[in-house]
């Protein structure tokens, strides 16, 4: 059975508000696609390490070229790889930190994208190779000023370098339900809340007519 993959970062457990905006996105799809089952992985709990100078060999080397070492280093990335191109669609949930990921997000990010795996160069173009083309970025900012081309806007290396990134994967619809604010007047939070809310409830309605 083909399923949802959702990805978590937050590390504040029920007190996340991109994780409560992905719960709401996650009953969303699941109404609209009920075959569809579900997959969690929690970045934030399990982190995964960072590449090493291995895994990078690894990730260029020849099939012939694979020794033990090499395999054991690439093991994760084709463990995670396999996972997403098993899935139908994809949620990622993330809090700005920085001005950009959560490093464990960044982890999981370096460790998935891999030529002639997630995509393929030849010698000209890039082509994505992801086998399934909807994700939903859920992301929460806790100042105001990014969405509406507000202050802060040219700050958020957040929401279009997770879109760059998954369309250069071949993940072309990409939806994204945003929060800012969210260490805010907690008034203005639950009114951000509902706007978000609404958003959720019309992703992708107008395919499922
Ligand atoms: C380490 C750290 C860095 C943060 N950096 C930013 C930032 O650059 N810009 C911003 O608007 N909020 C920033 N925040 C606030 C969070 O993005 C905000 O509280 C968000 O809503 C948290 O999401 P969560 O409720 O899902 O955990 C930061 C919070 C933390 C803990």
Request: glycine share 6%; net charge negative; hydrophobic share 40%.
């Amino acid at each position: 059975m083909t399923y949802i993959l959702r990805l978590d970062t937050s590390p504040r457990g029920i007190n996340s508000i991109s994780r409560r905006l992905a719960d709401k996105v996650q009953d969303h799809l699941l109404s609209l696609t009920p075959s569809l089952a579900l997959r969690v992985r929690d970045l934030s709990s399990a982190e995964l390490p960072h590449i090493s100078e291995d895994t990078i060999s690894g990730f260029y080397a020849e099939p012939q070229a694979m020794t033990d070492k090499l395999q054991a280093a690439t093991a994760l990335s084709d463990e995670l790889i396999a996972e997403l191109n098993g899935a139908n669609s994809l949620i990622i949930s993330a809090p700005i930190y920085n001005f950009g990921v959560p490093s464990s997000l960044k982890a999981w990010i370096d460790q998935i994208v891999r030529i002639n795996q997630t995509f393929s160069f030849d010698g000209h173009s890039f082509t994505g190779l992801v086998p399934f083309n909807k994700a939903v970025l859920v992301l929460s900012y806790g100042a105001n000023g990014y969405t509406n081309n507000g202050d802060l806007a040219s700050m958020d290396f957040l929401g279009p370098y997770l879109i760059s990134l998954l369309q250069f994967l071949g993940i072309d619809d990409v939806r994204t339900i945003q929060i800012e604010g969210t260490t805010g007047d907690p008034d203005l939070l639950n009114d951000a809340m509902l706007q978000a809310s609404n958003s959720v409830s019309r992703l992708f309605i107008e395919e499922n007519k």
